[in-house]
Structure formats: C-alpha cells, structure tokens
C-alpha cells in the first residue's frame, strides 16, 4: 500500500485520539492520565516505549529493519510533540470540549501528539523497510519548566544516538493545509529578572530624611528601555518588558522596598547575555544615585530556537514532493516568542516548522492562548504527511 494512503486511513483515527486529549486536558507537569493514553495507544501497537521520562514524558522508538542506504548520513530521527495544556476555561462549543474545568488545550498540543502517534503508527508498519530509527518525544511541561530540557538530562537524545530532531507547532496565522518554514533564527532565548530596590522609609512629608525606593525604581524601569534603543544595534531585534512592580505600605510612607519584574528576549545567546550584563549595570548605577541599592536577580529560560539551515533545505524538498507550491510558505521574519524546543536545536541538529490550522469555513480566526481557539483537523494530515515524509527524506541523504 502507498504511503499516503496508509496515513490517509490512519488520519480518521488520529482524528478521534486528538478529540479524546482535547476533552481531558492536564497541566505541566501534571500530564499523569495524557502520558498513560500514549502509552497505551503505542501497547496497542506494540511500539517500544518508556514513560516517566523528564516527568510524565513518553519516549518510543521504532527500530527500522531495512538496509542502509550506501553513504546514509542519518540513522536515528526524533520527532517531538508537547503534552501539556493551560489554565483556560474553554468557551469553543464542540462535542468534544474540554471536561476539565479552568484547563483547556488552546495551544494545539493535543493536535502535535496526535500527529505523532498516528506518525508512530504508520512508521511501525513500515519498519521492515526503514533503514535507521526514529524516536518520538512526547514532551511534558513546555508551557512552563520546559519539560525538554529534563528528556535531554535523562538521556532520551542517546541509545540509539539521536542524529536530527523534527518538531511542527499548529499556526492560526496560516490556513490549514499549508506548510511554513523559517530558516536560521526562528524564536527567542528568554530571561526572566527580579530587581529589588532598597532605599529607606520615612514620613511621606519629610523625603529628605528618607531614601524614595519607588522615585528609584521608576527611573531604573524607564532606563532600562534605554538598553534597546541605545546599546542594541537597530537591525538585532530584542525586548526587556516590565511585568510587574510592587512597592510600598502607605500613602503617606516613603516606600523602603520596591521589587519589579520582568523578561529579556533575544534571538542569540550572545545578544541576551550582553543585555543581562547592562540591565545589572543600568540597575545598580541608577539606584546608587538615588542612594538607594538594586539586588538583581536572573533566571535563564529557553536557549534561542535556531533552525539548521541544511537539514531545512532535505525537509522542504520533503514538503515539495508532498505539496503544491501554494501550500508552503516561508516565514519572513523570526519571533521574539518563545518555545523549549530550542534545548533540541541545541543539543543537535534541528527543524522546527509550523503548520496552519485556520478554518478559513468557519472565520474563526483566533490567537494560541485563547478561550476560543478552534484549529482546524486538516493540519492533522498536514502534520503527519510533513514528519512521515521528512523523516524518510532525511534517511535517503547520502554523504
Ligand atoms: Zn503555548
Ligand atoms: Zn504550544
């Protein structure tokens, strides 16, 4: 049987797993019961797997039987897929909506694994010809600790070694059915600060007996624009926001404290380290002005997502014997957004791309991380047509 038309039969049965995630959806770091349906699913279909990996992640492996092709660079693809959902109250009214209240699956992670399972499915029936391995990743926790980077700790790129990771995240932006690939640069690394001012309290009425930890903090906040504009060359595109400050008791109290917070992203590891060196400079400087002193806090994030051009170019080739030219699209310009699917990128060789989920029937355009998000299933196919037939294009690379 042809390929497409064993991942056209097993796409109705993808269909049904991905309405089963979406109607019980589970938190990071909680996806005990998402964890347990994979795992049952690959038992069903005898695909090797392990559990409990990096939290409650899920990693298989089917095994190919066929023989190598004469100078096969790649012998070992990982294909990712997130797990987690978010605290959302769904308000799309569907058969199949969630059953949990206050946790909803509005960033299409029940559509990647169901994508991967279906993935996993058809290449087990394919093993005897396959001629290397390929792991599925399903990941926990990408919404929040970025489960990828604890699969990485527990080894889940080794035995067999992993040579390239592939991983697709839906996108409303697009309709569904087409294909969008960034080369290089695709999204952000992100930082996380914490900066405390500490000045000393007074009666509101009398400021000179005092040291205005807030007068501080305001001019720090503004300041810290500055780094952008004025230290980060125009052309590198990158953001510090401000999410939140908190100081002071009482209206009439020079405040003693105020604590502000908030995040850096960059699409370099270079770019974001050089803005965290000036935001402790910028912070510590500008309090000592006011008197006051600034403790500063960071927390690192995601790494940048930076795409392997090469292995780029053997899945749009992929994409091009499967698509029409109207279905794949190239994204112009990289996002300050965030995904942990850069710990794989940097560990090895990799690809994200996106695949659009737009029901362009229903106009119901709406944004990840919304109550109403509704993609379409198309990109079910899409999904699965693009790691089927990328994965298989990758093993046919010869030296
Ligand atoms: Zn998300
Ligand atoms: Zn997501």
New binding site residues.
């Given amino acids: 049987m042809k390929i497409n038309e064993r991942i056209e039969e097993v796409f109705e049965e993808a269909v049904q797993i991905r309405r089963l995630l979406h109607s019980q959806p589970e938190l990071s770091q909680k996806e005990i019961n998402t964890s347990r349906l994979i795992s049952s699913f690959l038992s069903q279909y005898e695909i090797e797997h392990a559990t409990g990996i990096g939290g409650h992640g899920v990693v298989a492996v089917v095994r190919g039987k066929g023989k190598p092709i004469k100078g096969q660079r790649f012998f070992t693809i990982g294909i990712r897929a997130?797990m987690d959902a978010l605290p959302i109250e769904e308000r799309v009214q569907i058969p199949f909506k969630s059953k949990i209240p206050g946790i909803m699956h509005a960033?299409?992670?029940d559509i990647h694994m169901a994508v991967l399972m279906g993935t996993a499915k058809v290449f087990k029936e394919m093993e005897d010809q396959i001629p290397g391995n390929i792991k599925f990743f399903f990941e926990p926790a990408?919404?929040t600790i970025g489960g990828a980077k604890a699969m990485i700790e527990e080894g889940c790129l080794e035995n067999p070694r992993v040579d390239v990771v592939i991983g697709l995240?839906v996108s409303p932006e697009l309709e569904a059915g087409k294909i969008q690939f960034k080369r290089g640069k695709m999204n952000a690394a992100s930082t996380e600060f914490e900066i405390t001012i500490e000045g000393s309290a007074c009666h509101g009425a009398h400021p000179e007996n005092g040291i205005d930890s807030i007068a501080a903090a305001s001019s720090v906040v503004c300041n810290l624009q500055s780094i952008i504009t004025r230290n980060i060359s125009p052309t590198n595109p990158a953001v510090i926001t401000v999410g939140q400050i908190h100081g002071g008791t009482k209206n009439n109290v020079l405040a003693k404290e105020t604590v502000f917070s908030g995040i850096i992203r960059a699409l370099d590891s270079d770019t974001k380290s050089f803005i965290k060196s000036r935001v402790k400079e910028m912070a510590e400087n500008v309090a000592r002005g006011f008197g006051a002193t600034a403790e500063v806090l960071f927390t690192d994030s995601f790494p940048a997502l930076i795409n392997d051009d090469e292995v780029e170019d053997m899945i749009e080739s992929a994409a091009k014997k499967v698509f029409s030219k109207d279905q794949i699209h190239f994204l112009q310009e990289p996002s300050l957004g965030a995904?942990d699917f850069s710990y794989f990128s940097e560990a090895v060789r990799a690809v994200y791309f996106n695949i659009g989920c737009l029901d362009t029937n229903e106009n119901n355009y709406q944004t990840?991380h919304n109550e109403m998000f509704n993609p379409s299933e198309e990109c079910i196919r899409t999904g699965m047509l693009m790691e089927v037939f990328g994965v298989l294009e990758l093993f046919q690379q010869t030296k």
């Fill in positions: 997130d960033c299409g992670h990408e919404e995240h995904d990840l």
